[in-house]
């Protein structure tokens, strides 16, 4: 399948997700109109759903299909957490992620850590810049492209 045809497949969904799709990644509105909180369990098969979607993106790549094996192993291994992030960007709903992650199973799941704070707080500062610039399905695309094949 060619990259085109992966995108467009990936950016059809996108917009059945906008349409309120519910078997999608987003959350059912609430009878206020605001999207609901995620909870645990949505937000570790909404992970899993991203990551193998950010996986099968860089599969249907023909650059990356005519790399060796290895190669595309250290590839995917060096850059799976940044692949994610902007799958995560692109397709999560805008959700808060602050409330559910500050819940007391929530913490217990975490690292008692400052630093761990740090990064939640980093990652949400870089979903609502993401959503403030809303690039379109070809620049999330290039973006993707130049995170997998940008050396270090």
Same mark, same amino acid.
């Given at each position: 399948m060619s990259t085109d045809k992966c995108q467009e497949l990936m950016? =059809?969904?996108?917009? #059945?997700?906008?349409q309120g799709d519910p078997?999608?990644? $987003?959350p059912?509105? =609430?009878?206020?109109?605001?999207?609901?909180?995620p909870t645990w369990e949505l937000l570790q098969e909404t992970s899993a759903r991203l990551l193998f979607m950010a996986v099968r993106w860089?599969?249907?790549l023909a650059p990356f299909q005519a790399l060796a094996h290895n190669d595309q192993l250290v590839l +995917? $291994?060096?850059?799976?957490? %940044?692949l994610f992030l902007l799958h995560l960007a692109q397709w999560s709903a805008p959700w808060? #992620?602050? &409330? +559910?992650?500050?819940? &007391?199973?929530?913490r217990? $799941? #975490?690292?008692? %850590?400052?630093l761990a704070d740090l990064e939640l707080n980093t990652l949400q500062e870089i979903l609502c810049r993401f959503r403030q610039i809303a690039p379109d399905g070809s620049e999330c695309g290039c973006m993707k492209a130049i995170v +997998?094949? =940008? &050396?270090g």
């Open positions: 950016w =059809s969904a996108k917009q #059945l997700q906008l078997t999608l990644l $987003r059912p509105p =609430s009878a206020f109109g605001a999207p609901l909180a860089v599969r249907c +995917l $291994r060096a850059a799976w957490k %940044d808060d #992620l602050g &409330p +559910l992650l500050a819940a &007391p199973n929530a217990a $799941r #975490l690292p008692p %850590d400052p +997998l094949f =940008s &050396p």
